[in-house]
């Protein structure tokens, strides 16, 4: 069984500066993929950003970035310039693939993200 | 088209009434997600189908949760004599083809808050 685990529950970032949410997982496949989701407050929940684990180059999403790293099973998101809009509940999610898999997702906690202006 | 719809949106009920709970996929996509949020949580995988067949059902707690897609476009989560521990939102998502571990995005509805008083 795969876990995930986002240790910090709330974080808050001063407009137009960066700040990094972090995510650990644990998984003993070697094929998935990862996802941050964003969840604004009563609203629903939308793809940010994905990562297949076979690539090593960081996806990157105009202000959002990922810091994907497999040995460590760290998967940490960075947002620039932040926006007043990007204050939500963010979530780290794992996908195993592959045959016999059904692609459901595993998430953390979630972190609450608020963008001070 | 339009994205997933759920209804309804907010549901009280009474300890021990049955709810039902519906799901308008994107149109034409082949895989359905239900998924549980409790609060303050990340969301928990209830069952997933493939057009009208329900290939996982791992995630239903327990026998009073029962899910139906009989034609393969709606779905509906349906709960018997529901507990105050089934509060939660519902969340429904689907992907455009068949989830065997293909990494596909899934696109979430609204969800819907059920409160069981």
């Known amino acids: 069984a795969q876990t995930v685990t986002q240790s910090q529950p709330e974080m808050s970032v001063q407009e137009a500066e960066t700040v990094t949410l972090s995510c650990t997982y644990d998984t003993s496949e070697n094929n998935y993929y990862l996802f941050w989701y964003k969840q604004p407050p009563s609203r629903q929940m939308i793809l940010v950003i994905r990562q297949e684990a076979y690539k090593q180059q960081n996806a990157t999403e105009n202000r959002f970035s990922v810091n994907f790293q497999k040995a460590a099973k760290s998967f940490s998101l960075k947002i620039t310039d932040s926006q007043l809009g990007d204050t939500a509940m963010y979530f780290c999610a794992f996908m195993k693939l592959g045959v016999g898999a059904n692609s459901k997702l595993t998430f953390g906690k979630g972190i609450t993200l608020s963008v001070r202006p | 088209g339009a994205g997933v719809s759920q209804s309804p949106r907010y549901k009280v009920a009474k300890r021990g009434q049955d709810v039902a709970l519906r799901c308008d996929p994107i149109s034409g996509h082949v895989s359905l997600f239900w998924y549980q949020q409790a609060l303050g949580q990340g969301p928990e995988f209830l069952t997933y189908f493939q057009n009208e067949a329900q290939l996982d059902k791992s995630g239903l707690p327990s026998d009073r949760f029962f899910a139906e897609r009989p034609e393969g476009s709606v779905s509906t989560l349906k709960i018997q004599r529901t507990q105050q521990e089934d509060s939660a939102v519902y969340l429904c998502?689907?992907?455009?083809?068949?989830?065997?571990?293909?990494?596909?995005?899934?696109?979430f509805g609204p969800g819907t808050r059920l409160t069981v008083l």
């Open positions: 998502a689907s992907t455009h083809r068949a989830s065997s571990g293909s990494g596909d995005t899934q696109y």
